[in-house]
């Protein structure tokens, strides 16, 4: 296994980045401290709790997983990739809406998840939706309030009436 | 019931006050932060439970001269981290008492070197027998802690339990344990400190009380108050598990800036959080209750023990809410409850969600079912028959001056699971499926804030201020990590003023800003601090109105032109209020008598249980949660509270064990300590009913830590209900199902008793 840094071309968030780093480097450590893109999380380092979630190639993927010489020419979105031109993605709103996020540090990975989810299947049923979100781990929601988020985006739901419903 | 007061901004769901930058990935955690010239730093722990530090030696292969290393003899102050005993050094001297324990600090610019440094640092011991259960440590024959290897006791007395047992038509006798829980907040322990001459310490901080950290600091370091200042940065969870240990962790990572003068960041990786940090203490309950012969409690005999680890840290707060918690919410004329703490050689056990309560109350909930069985009871009527209700009095001789509600909560609860009908029909299907399903319930109350005296002894001082930019800024030290801190007391204070949501602001946790408003913790936030911020916004209005001219009503831009009225006479706009506790609240600390609690909030779960009697696994398909919280400031908030705990104690119940090896953490990755994932959590029907608690904000009592109380009881109240075998321990596993029900059929009649 060669430590040896080398250049390595790819897209982040549809622009194009040269890194010079070592091969074996994970594509996480690449992002956060190459790059800045802090959003991206560790939770666990072992591709358990789904926290490092970003898309590559239109695949989801744990970055601590990845050594960035696979991300050699691939297009990568990450969550700082989500929000385009100022306003929220829906996936954020609906978050935002529904207390899909609560400590916010799975909140990148699990957005990412729910991308990839949404972007197979647009209008996910709930075993859909449970499978879609499995390999991403939040200790506080219990996930009802994801499901909910991610069904609020799907259906491009207007918020208000999903919170009336929570508010019994 | 609903509340009558009419507000605009409590009670609604506003969005989450930090959520956007949560949501754009823009929320800055602590290894998202880097400092100039920052070094990392490492931590080399004791590899064995229990024994002398004969020597340490550092391997000569590597060149030392580029690290920074701390041992104990670095420390300027006390070694000790300072929380309600003096016994934790913050490095080991001379003897080691657990494993994991912090030995030797490494500091070094790169994180890469530094590992190969960590592995470069070799311990020679001289073992000491080490004591590992609760069983070994009361037996006394190694004493590794004070003179009897006891951290705490506790004696609650209510009547005469003795008196009872020969006329009782009843007597029934159980045991009950539950192991150790790892908090799993997905954000690891981290922090990042600087040293200067002149200006102390600096922390970050990934934390819940900032100024317990102070306080260690403090001593750690020999300095003056205004020398350590603690930052608390965006908390990725905590759930208890960031209350004591970042006192440590933030001492290591100083003593390596002050010694190295770079700024050190500390952040652990999962292994080393699970090995290393604290967990819920593990448990062992065993109840005797006498009843009469219609099923009226007479006297409930209650012995508790739970397993401390290496040093006392909170295993006394924590042992005193399990005593508090033990008898349940039931009306009992005599009550014992004798409880202890003991010392093992492990990481010692710290807070977690319930703090001692989840333990109590597991026992009582499934000993109230193992009683029903016994008699020849309904598990329902059984409870209702010796519920709380006003007027009555608690094993403290607590008298209960607020509406008790259990009766109604039930009701809602039956009603909403459709419990009975579904009882039957599990019956009848039982029968003939390998899939046994059951119905369970928990009735329970959660103590809201500090026990008995504890708020007047933290004495909180909270309030807010103005800025020149023309928002108001909550000035507290209690922190935001995923509970709604920020929302809840923001609504708070717009509401009290007049004034929108987004006019208010929430200051830094920055010890050098914020006031000492206490920990964050016990349930006591929104109730206890929430109040001081209702009451000091109260009062900056009628300052105004004193002193700037603010009319009757006014919109927010009167508001603000008003306050620039009082700042251009006073130079500043501030209110801070200080706690004030109910009147007529008597507790007596010695006796364990009196009013434990300022206000309980109530809760009756229901689980449905499905168990594989091919595979042995048992799946919660369904979960309902009925609960009286005081008036919910926000539901979407207070829902995802509920829901997070309830799955929490699926977890518990279920999935999550810790286990040791010689004390040490085994399966300390997230591959082999199991939680539940999107896949495995219910559906959970969450309903409130709400009475406005007069002492707390708009009406508001504790939430946070009751939905964790109930799942693990409901859960094997219906595994006995769908198999007619009792399993008393958690956690529950396949193997332990198929351990039990492989030797002890299953009653394919049990649930139609």
Known sequence: ?168 | MTTSARTRIVGAPVPRKEGIDKLLGRARYIDDIEREGMWVGATVRSTIPRGLIRSINFDQRIDWTEFTIVTAADIPGTNCIQLIFADQPCLADGIVNHCDEAIVLLAHPDKHKLRDGVEAVQIEYELLPAVHTIEESERQETIIWGADNLLKSFLLEKGDVDSVWADAAHIVEGEYRTGAQEHLYIENNGVIAEWSETDGIIVWGSLQCPYYVHKSLLSVFDLPEDKVRVIQTETGGAFGGKEDYPSTLAAHAALLAMKSGHAVKMVYDRMEDLAATTKRHPSRTRHRTALDKDGKLLAMDIELATDGGAYATLSSTVLSRATLHSPGPYVCPNVRVRSHAWATNTVPYGAFRGFGAPQAIFAVERHMDEIAAAIGFDPIELRRRNFLHDGDTTATEQMMRDPVILDQLLDRALLESDYHAKRKRFARENATSAVKRGMGIAAFYHGSGFTGSGERYLNSLAGIDVTPEGKVRVLVANTEFGQGTNTILSQICAEAIGIGYDDVIMAPVDTHVVPNSGPTVASRTSMVVGRLIERASHQLVAMLREDAGLGEHFESDEFFAACERYRSVHGEVVSLCRYEAPPNVFWDDQKYRGEAYPAFAWSVQVAQVAVDTVTYSAEVEDFWAVQEVGRVLNPVLAGGQIEGGIAQGIGYALYEKVVLQNGHMANNQMTNYIMPTAEDVPPIHVFFEEIPFQHGAFGAKGIGELPHDGPAPAILNAIRDATGVSFNAIPLLPEDLFAQLATQPVVAEAAAL
């Open chain 1, 1 to 168: 296994m060669s430590h040896r840094h080398g250049t390595i071309r790819f897209r982040v968030n549809g622009e194009s980045r040269a890194i010079d780093a070592a091969p074996m480097k994970r594509l996480l450590d690449v992002l956060r401290e190459d790059l800045h893109l802090t959003g991206t999380k560790e939770g666990c380092g072992e591709g358990e709790c789904g926290s490092c979630s970003v898309r590559m190639n239109g695949e989801l993927v744990n970055s601590c997983l990845v050594p960035v010489l696979q991300a050699e020419d691939a297009d990568i979105q990450t969550v700082e990739g989500l929000c385009a031109g100022g306003a929220l993605h829906p996936l954020q709103q609906a978050f935002l809406d529904c207390g899909g996020a609560q400590c916010g540090i799975c909140t990148p990975g699990m957005l990412m998840a729910a991308t990839q989810l949404l972007s197979i299947n647009p209008h996910p049923g709930m075993a859909e939706i449970r499978e879609g979100l499995a390999g991403n781990l939040c200790r506080c929601t219990g996930f009802k309030r994801i499901f909910d988020s991610v069904i609020a985006a799907a259906a491009n739901d207007q918020p208000s009436t999903r919170q009336a419903a929570h508010a019994r």
